[in-house]
């Protein structure tokens, strides 16, 4: 065995380790051999005596002649050294000497698969198939079949170490973890090659980003678990293009257990002759936007950002699309990338939309990753909501706050005392089925609902009030108290004015993860807390111990929870998730399952009224049939700047140390048997000519 400096191809160093996995072998076949071939040329040669006339003619035989002891002085010849040579490549070979991979001698390694959205960018040449978002749902044929993907590059990798296994000096164990934004087993350790060819084979690529750091916990987990308390941990293999954290991102990931090699694919012809920023070519986009403008509803704001990952500056035409129509076509020119980073170039536009509708932008650069040529949102209709106030029982409900209501001419404005509102099931509450809004008017909710809630001159669950010192005393007359400051830019609290508010009340004691919007002298007057997926606002004091209700700003405060807390945001910004993230997705009273349809499909089991999560891994616009509006249309867009930029990474850092970008080969290492059986073959041929040559003196 032993250690050879080489050169990488890209010039990084590394030890070429050449051992025989028959060593024994290969000394015993030497040590009976090569004694016998020199003994052949030691041995004198005995031959009949014969009586001449002359021995001028027989000058070969008279040279024989000379010698006439058992043994003679051993002659230095070509074909001795021809010989010598033949026999010891043969010998060599019978101890099966082999290049050892970087894997060592793990008898056990585990497949890290990168399947995230840069592996699905084209090798050597252009042509990726138009993304999924640059059609309408449902119009439209389906995409071309890609061309040869990085994924492709990985899974042969992956082929080629797998059938290594089990050969001497190879691991006797793989397993096979896929990963994007979350890693799975796809499969465990397992010593059939077809078994692990077929798993192989059967990862399917998503458009996620890539989150190494939950596959190495995955794999870490599986490489400190061995029936055998000494076998050492097994090899962790990562087959990926390196696109799993920012450029220039200097933080570790952690492997718990097991050594770690990385194995670069994605590399082509084009990048080996012109350096690894050449040749990679790839416009996408990382952000996109949209919102409705707070003074007039139907202007929507719409915001994306196009990013370059090629070495070139590109001009590409964006188009924003409403339902699939285009309505307006955006130049840019985005600069090229460089080491620090992706060149990139924004766009803001702003277009009047008064219903609900599908927000897209696409570009016209061909480029190798069609993921993020497209992305979209979903824009939900600016909704009235139904709004159910709840007040004590045994009384009326404030005449303030229902003038208040009425002002925001709600879809239906209803009134409940506290009994009938505890009467009614909380599975219909919490679907949205009575209303859309809650107000609790003096009354202290027990349970808050899975919809926004508005309590006024109450605490809800979860929240404890305080009185002042001076108030707590025997027969104390409340004193007012003003507002001392405000949070102005929170969206609740926008365009509200609480300058000359005077109040008379308790102030609260919020739980952690509340905000305090409002503070008067004894603390939060105003607060808000996101609870069970659902805003729920709170006022401390009652309108009828305030001048509130005299001021503008009590109009514009109610406005923002009905915008907030009852549509939950949704009425003013598009909705929009990535690849990989569980959508939350609320069933109608009637659908027991959800079907969803796009460029992949599935259904989904849920109880009537319920609320499902699931993930969506491949980027495109999808129909949920069954589901409450708006979460019956989802976009699914990939808008990543780590998976747009599909230059690779030639080195990760894992566990503190730096981990070079290597080839498949320099894992599982080459046998050199072969190569020393065809030279010893070449050099018989070598020898026969020679002998012939002195023989017969050509």
């Known amino acids: 065995m032993g250690g050879i400096w080489v050169r990488h191809g890209d010039g990084l160093p590394y030890t070429l380790d050449v051992s025989f996995l028959s060593p024994w072998s290969a000394l015993v076949a030497a040590a009976a051999t090569v004694p016998l071939l020199l003994l052949l040329y030691f041995l004198k040669l005995r031959r009949q005596r014969i009586r001449i006339a002359s021995t001028l003619l027989w000058r070969q035989a008279f040279e024989d002649l000379a010698a006439n002891a058992p043994f003679q002085r051993l002659r230095w010849s070509v074909l001795l050294l021809l010989q010598l040579l033949i026999l010891l490549a043969l010998v060599a070979a019978m101890g099966e000497p082999m290049i050892r991979g970087s894997g060592g001698s793990a008898s056990r390694v585990v497949l890290l698969v990168d399947r995230s959205a840069s592996m699905n960018a084209v090798v050597d040449g252009e042509g990726a198939a138009r993304a999924p978002l640059a059609q309408p749902v449902g119009a439209g044929a389906p995409p071309a079949k890609l061309p040869r993907t990085r994924l492709d590059e990985a899974k042969d990798a992956a082929t080629a170490i797998i059938e290594r296994l089990g ?146 500056p590109v001009e590409a035409v964006a188009t924003l699309t409403v339902d699939g129509e285009p309505v307006k076509a955006i130049r840019r020119t985005i600069p090229p990338a460089k080491d620090e980073g992706l060149g990139e170039q924004t766009i803001s536009e702003a277009i009047r939309i008064g219903a609900g509708a599908v927000l897209g932008i696409r570009h016209n650069h061909v480029d190798q990753l069609g993921a993020d040529d497209a992305a979209a949102v979903v824009l939900p209709a600016p909704l009235r909501p139904r709004v159910c106030v709840v007040y004590p029982g045994g009384s009326e409900p404030e005449s303030r706050l229902r003038e208040l209501l009425t002002a925001m001419e709600p879809a239906s404005l209803q009134f409940m005392t506290e009994p009938a509102y505890q009467s009614v099931e909380w599975q219909r509450i919490d679907s949205g089925e009575v209303c859309d809004l809650i107000v609790f008017d003096r009354v202290n909710a027990s349970r808050l609902p899975a919809i926004g809630s508005l309590t006024i001159g109450g605490a809800p669950a979860g929240v404890r009030t305080r009185t002042s010192t001076s108030e707590s005393e025997q027969g104390a007359r409340p004193q007012g108290k003003q507002i001392l400051s405000w949070e102005r830019q929170h969206p609740l609290m926008r365009e509200v004015s609480l300058d000359t508010v005077v109040y008379t009340g308790a102030a609260y004691e919020l739980p952690a993860g509340a905000t305090a919007l409002a503070l008067g002298s004894d603390g939060p007057a105003i607060a808000a807390m996101r609870e069970r997926g659902a805003q729920h606002v709170m006022v401390a004091f009652d309108l009828r111990h305030s001048n509130w209700h005299l001021h503008v700003g009590s109009v514009v405060f109610i406005q923002n929870v009905i915008d907030a807390a009852a549509l939950g945001g949704s009425g003013q910004n598009g909705l929009v998730s990535r690849p990989g993230e569980a959508v939350t997705v609320r069933a109608n009273n009637e659908a027991r399952e959800l079907v969803v349809d796009g460029p992949t499909s599935s259904t989904i089991a849920v109880e009537p009224g319920g609320m499902v999560s699931f993930p969506i891994r491949r980027a495109g616009l999808y129909r949920v049939r069954g589901a409450v509006a708006p979460h019956d249309q989802l976009a699914v867009s990939m808008l990543s700047d780590v998976e747009s930029d599909i230059r690779p990474r030639p080195r990760l850092k894992v566990s503190a140390e730096t981990s070079e970008a290597r080839q498949a080969s320099s894992l599982t290492g080459k046998p050199l048997w072969p190569w020393l059986v065809a030279g010893a073959l070449g050099l018989l041929v070598v020898e026969w000519i020679a002998y012939c040559w002195r023989v017969r003196g050509w």
């Open 167 to 312: 050969e001497r000096g190879q691991p006797s164990q793989m397993m096979v973890i896929a990963f994007g934004l979350s890693a799975q087993v796809i499969s465990p350790f397992e010593a059939n090659k077809d078994a692990l060819v077929e798993a192989v084979n059967a990862i399917s690529p998503t458009d996620e980003q890539a989150h190494l750091s939950a596959a190495l916990d995955l794999a870490g987990a599986f490489a400190g678990t061995s029936e055998e308390t000494d076998e050492q941990p097994p090899l962790v293999v990562l087959l990926s293009d390196g696109g799993v954290e920012e450029r220039g991102d200097q933080s570790s990931h952690v492997l718990k257990a097991g050594a770690f090699e990385f194995i670069e694919v994605g590399v082509g012809a084009e990048q080996e002759q012109g350096g690894r920023g050449a040749g990679f070519n790839n416009v996408g986009i990382a952000s996109m936007a949209a919102r409705r403008d707070y003074e007039d509803p139907s202007q929507t704001l719409i915001f994306a950002r196009l990013v370059n990952a090629g070495p070139e």
